[in-house]
């Protein structure tokens, strides 16, 4: 499965880097994501990255975050600034072999899932 990294506890207003390494996964066509999760609620999208270079943004987009993949060391990240207190979650990393378009971030649809990075923000 993917392998996600980079999680971990900041003060509210601090940034934080998520890595998943995304080589097992990268044939065309794929799509790789960012997922996050609290307890109590389903698992909901933040973005997605496609072979073709498009993005997507999940429910839980905001400004603050940004999707982007390093073909060449075959990593995916999601760049989180200016991280709030409700942007405490699990995150994870997933990976299709596919590239859809339509209900792209429903959950079903991804096939490979990584076992989650935790994010606590503390104001």
């Known amino acids: 499965p993917p392998v996600e990294s980079g999680g971990g506890s900041v003060q509210a207003g601090g940034s934080l880097r998520l890595s998943c390494i995304a080589s097992?996964?990268?044939?065309?066509?794929?799509?790789m994501g960012w997922f996050r999760q609290t307890p109590g609620k389903e698992r909901e999208g933040v973005a997605l990255i496609r072979s073709d270079g498009t993005t997507r943004d999940g429910e839980s987009a905001t400004d603050r975050f940004t999707i982007s993949m390093d073909k060449a060391k075959k990593i995916l990240y999601l760049q989180m600034n200016s991280l709030k207190s409700e942007d405490t979650a699990m995150y994870y990393c997933?990976?299709?072999?596919?590239?859809?378009?339509?209900?792209?971030?429903?959950?079903?649809?991804?096939?490979?899932w990584g076992q989650g990075t935790q994010v606590a923000v503390s104001v």
């Open positions: 097992r996964y990268l044939f065309k066509p794929w799509c």
């Open positions: 997933a990976a299709a072999r596919t590239h859809f378009d339509v209900d792209v971030f429903n959950v079903r649809m991804w096939p490979f």
